[in-house]
């Protein structure tokens, strides 16, 4: 049974950085693209990066030059790099494994950016 496990989550001050790492336990197959998502009270889970198998990544405008999201094949987990953190970065964010039978998920970690 494939479960992911996010850390690095915090209180930081604007400008300041995070790293937040998802590590997958078990076998994973036909992978393909793992990905960051944040969610806000009372709004709908939004994407904030993603990277497929072969290495492409994708990132929304609002975290564009700002976050990295990265991944270490060896130790099947994902790394998503925040720096310049906004207060509007405040969210619970969550990993995810998109494979060709199903969607994996972590539990989320908060992350809170205020002064």
């Known amino acids: 049974q494939v479960q992911l496990v996010e850390s690095g989550g915090g209180l930081v001050q604007p400008g300041e950085s995070l790293r937040l790492t998802c590590a997958a336990s078990g076998s994973i197959f036909g992978l393909i693209a793992m990905g960051w998502y944040r969610q806000t009270p009372g709004k709908q889970r939004e994407l904030v990066a993603t990277?497929?198998?072969?290495?492409?990544?994708n990132y929304v405008d609002f975290v564009k030059d700002r976050f990295t999201i990265s991944r270490d094949n060896a130790k099947n987990t994902v790394y998503l790099q925040m720096n310049s953190l906004k207060p509007e970065d405040t969210a619970v964010y969550y990993c995810?494994?998109?494979?060709?039978?199903?969607?994996?998920w972590g539990q989320g970690t908060q992350v809170t950016v205020s002064s």
């Open positions: 990277l497929t198998r072969s290495g492409t990544t």
């Open positions: 995810n494994f998109r494979t060709t039978a199903l969607n994996y």
